[in-house]
C-alpha cells in the first residue's frame, strides 16, 4: 500500500491533501481513548493529511482526542469541521444550530477543542433537505445572512475557507459568491441523487467531500458492499466490497475527496488501500449502470437527527 498519499493527492482550499482522507466522527467515548489516539495516530502515518470533524461530535470529546493525538499538529494536515447541524449540547432532541450566532459559537469551540488559531475549512452545515425547521419552529436561517457570518469569520481569521453541505444545486449556485471550496453531500454508488451538484463542483474546481460513501445503517441509504455487482466485482480482483465502492468514487470525479471513517486500524488500512485499486473499463461500466436509488422516508430524518 502506497503511503505518501493515499488515492493519490487533490486539493480543498488550496490545500494539497491525499485523495482519502478520514472522518472522525466515530472516536467518540464509547471508543477507548487509547484506541482512538492509535487509530488517529496511523491514519497520519499511513499518509493522511485531511481529517473531518466537528466540535457536536460527542459534545467536544472528538475534536479533543484529536488534539490529544495529533498536537503538535503537522503542518500539511488540513482539519475541516463543520457547523449548523446542532449545538455541541443540549437536551434530546438537539435543535439545529443555523443561526450566525450559533455557527460562530461553533466555531469558537473548535478553536478552543482542537488547540487551533485558525480551522483551515469549515462547512456550513445547510438544512434545505429534509424537514429544515428549528427548536423555535422558525424556517431556516436566510443562507445570506449564514454566509455573511462565515465571511466574517473567514476575515477575522478564525477560519481559513468556507465550505457548504447538505445542500441542494440552487443553493450550492447561491453559496459560490462566497468563495465556497468544498461540498459535503450524502452520495455513493448506490445514492446519487446529487449528481448535478458533482458536476457544478468539478466545473468549478471544488472539492467534492461525499459522506455516507459507503451508505449507511440509516434505512434509504443502502450499503455498497453488500450488492451484488460490487461483490463480484470484489471477488474477481481480491478486494473487499468497500474497497471497490471506495475506489469507484475516486474513478467517478477527479474533484472528489473521502473522508471514509472507521473506529479500527485494520478497516482503516483497507480504506486507505482503495487507492491503490485500478478497476478496468469494463468494471467502472458495470459499475456506473448499477440502479442508484435515493434515500427517502425515514432514513431521510434519520441522518437529520444524526447531525451529518
Known amino acids: 500500500m502506497s503511503t505518501s498519499h493515499p488515492g493519490g493527492t487533490g486539493t480543498i ?4 491533501v491525499a485523495r482519502i482522507g478520514y472522518g472522525a466522527m466515530g472516536l467518540g467515548h464509547v471508543l477507548p481513548q487509547d484506541d482512538a489516539t492509535a487509530v488517529l495516530r496511523r491514519a497520519v502515518e499511513l499518509g493522511v493529511n485531511h481529517i473531518d470533524t466537528a466540535s457536536f461530535y460527542d459534545d467536544g470529546v472528538v475534536n479533543r482526542r484529536i488534539r490529544d493525538a495529533l498536537a503538535p499538529y503537522r503542518d500539511d494536515l488540513v482539519i475541516v469541521s463543520k457547523v449548523g447541524a446542532r449545538p455541541a449540547s443540549g437536551p434530546v432532541p438537539l435543535a439545529l444550530a443555523q443561526h450566525p450566532a450559533d455557527l460562530r459559537a461553533a466555531v469558537e469551540l473548535d478553536l478552543a477543542g482542537l488547540g487551533l488559531e485558525q480551522i483551515p475549512i ?8 429534509g424537514p429544515g425547521l428549528t427548536a ?9 445572512d449564514q454566509l455573511a457570518e462565515m465571511i466574517a469569520l473567514r476575515d477575522e481569521g478564525k ?14 449556485r447561491r453559496a459560490l459568491p ?18 448535478d451538484e458533482l458536476t457544478l ?3 468549478e474546481g471544488i ?9 449507511s445503517a440509516f434505512p434509504g441509504f443502502p ?3 453488500e450488492h451484488p455487482v460490487v461483490q463480484r466485482i470484489a471477488a474477481d480482483i481480491g478486494a473487499g466490497g468497500a474497497q471497490v465502492g471506495l475506489a469507484w468514487l475516486l474513478a467517478h470525479a477527479p474533484n472528489t475527496l473521502l473522508i471514509a471513517g472507521t473506529t479500527s486500524i485494520a478497516h482503516l488500512e483497507q480504506n486507505l488501500a482503495a487507492g491503490d485499486l485500478t478497476l478496468s473499463e469494463r468494471q467502472l461500466a458495470e459499475l456506473d449502470s448499477v440502479d442508484a436509488k435515493l434515500p427517502q422516508g425515514d432514513g431521510v430524518q434519520a441522518f437529520l437527527d444524526e447531525g451529518r
Request: net charge negative; glycine share 10%; proline share 3%.
Open 159 to 172: 477560519i481559513g475557507a468556507i465550505g457548504i453541505s447538505n445542500v441542494d444545486l440552487n443553493t450550492l
Open 136 to 144: 423555535e419552529g422558525d424556517q431556516i436561517v436566510d443562507l445570506d
Open 223 to 225: 450499503k455498497v458492499a
Open 201 to 203: 463542483c468539478l466545473e
Open 13 to 16: 482550499g488550496g490545500h494539497t
Open 178 to 195: 462566497a468563495g465556497i471550496v468544498c461540498v459535503q453531500n450524502a452520495y455513493s454508488l448506490l445514492n446519487r441523487s446529487h449528481e
Open 207 to 215: 472539492a467534492w467531500v461525499p459522506f455516507f460513501p459507503l451508505g
Open 122 to 129: 469549515v462547512n456550513l452545515r445547510r438544512a434545505d433537505i
